[in-house]
């Protein structure tokens, strides 16, 4: 069974950029046949999906947060990243690493709250 | 872009009761692509049906997915204590994964 573990600060200040890391283990991305998402939670709030990546390299992000959004891979770490970059405080929440073999979310880290103030 | 909607905001019921959850889309969408998750606090979603209707792996049979076009439900039969959380539906689409704003239930 595919296993995911987010990594990365707990707090990021205003205008930087919040990069998070996601372990896989139980699976190889490099195998294809899934996506690899990033998803955020403001706190108390509901799901919001910020982009995926295949293991190809191709991507697809949320236009809502396109222009600051970047997703990477690395195949021979097994792990994929997010980089959002200019946050703002409304870019605390809770950010989840998940996977699924395109159309649903089978498979989610445990999540890893991420702060913006100074 | 497709926007879900669920109702109700808040479900308060008791152990032992039926469940019945909505979720609407503002387009008709394939039901392949209508999925329900199960959230509990502190924890990340688990998937519980995808396709509206099949469950997920070890997803017990007192839980139950129908609906086609703009209409979907969520049914679980007998509530369980563990089955106390917030419940999302989302749609897969051309904008890939959205998800409605969900529904707590919680006990009565």
């Known amino acids: 069974q595919v296993q995911l573990q987010e990594s990365g600060p707990g707090l990021v200040k205003p205008s930087q950029t919040l990069s998070l890391t996601c372990n896989v283990s139980?699976?190889?991305?490099?195998?294809?046949?899934?996506?690899w998402s990033w998803i955020r939670q403001h706190p108390g709030k509901g799901l919001e999906w910020i982009g995926d990546i295949y293991f190809s390299g191709t991507t697809y992000y949320n236009p809502s947060l396109k222009s600051r959004v970047t997703i990477s891979v690395d195949t021979s770490e097994n792990q994929f990243s997010l980089k959002l970059s200019s946050v703002t405080a409304a870019d605390t929440a809770v950010y989840y690493c998940?996977?699924?073999?395109?159309?649903?979310?089978?498979?989610w880290g445990q999540g890893t709250l991420v702060a913006v103030s100074s | 872009e497709i926007v879900l909607t669920q109702s109700p905001g808040t479900l308060s019921l008791s152990p032992g009761e039926r469940a019945t959850l909505s979720c609407r889309t503002s387009q008709s969408v394939d039901s392949s692509y209508l999925a329900w998750y199960q959230q509990k606090p502190g924890q990340a979603p688990r998937l519980l049906i995808y396709?509206?209707?099949t469950r997920a792996t070890g997803v017990p049979d007192r839980f139950s997915g129908s609906g086609s076009g703009t209409d979907f439900t969520l049914t679980i039969s007998r509530l369980e204590p563990e089955d106390f959380a917030v419940y999302y539906c989302?749609?897969?689409?051309?904008?890939?994964?959205?998800f409605g704003p969900g529904t707590k239930v919680d006990i009565k």
């Open positions: 989302q749609q897969y689409g051309s904008s890939r994964f959205t």
């Open positions: 139980g699976g190889s991305i490099s195998s294809g046949g899934y996506y």
């Open positions: 998940a996977t699924g073999p395109t159309v649903t979310l089978d498979y």
């Open positions: 396709g509206a209707s």
